[in-house]
Nanobody
Framework: QEQLVGSGGGLVQSGGSLSVSCAAS????????LSWYRQAPGKERELVAS????????MYADSVKGRFTISRDNAKSTSYLQMNNLKHEDTAVYYC?????????WGQGTKVTVSS
């Protein structure tokens, strides 16, 4: 069964750090572009960061550039999003997504709450 399982997240104070991860199974993880999205209460889901299958190219939303780092370990079929200098506006449910052509898998989401 193809699936993504997100983990990590939690409650952190403003200025703190947190990491979320996403473990894949049932498909060739290294062939997929891995992305992290987030959805804050009352807002649309937005793209936060992406990384290519080989991990050689990354992109970030302007709002997180310089604070978040996306990475992946293809040997473990896992992606990570390291979040530093967190702000209250980073509060959201974070979702991982794996895309290859017209195939797209989503994780179940993990909640990150940043207290101000």
């Amino acid at each position: 069964q193809e699936q993504l399982v997100g983990s990590g997240g939690g409650l952190v104070q403003s200025g703190g750090s947190l990491s979320v991860s996403c473990a894949a199974s049932g498909f060739t993880f290294s062939s997929y572009v891995l992305s992290w999205y987030r959805q804050a209460p009352g807002k649309e889901r937005e793209l936060v960061a992406s990384i290519t299958g080989r991990g050689d190219v990354t992109m970030y939303a302007d709002s997180v550039k310089g604070r978040f780092t996306i990475s992946r370990d293809n040997a473990k079929s896992t992606s990570y999003l390291q979040m530093n200098n967190l702000k209250h506006e980073d509060t959201a449910v974070y979702y991982c997504s794996a895309r290859f052509g017209n195939r797209n898998h989503w994780g179940q989401g993990t909640k990150v709450t940043v207290s101000s």
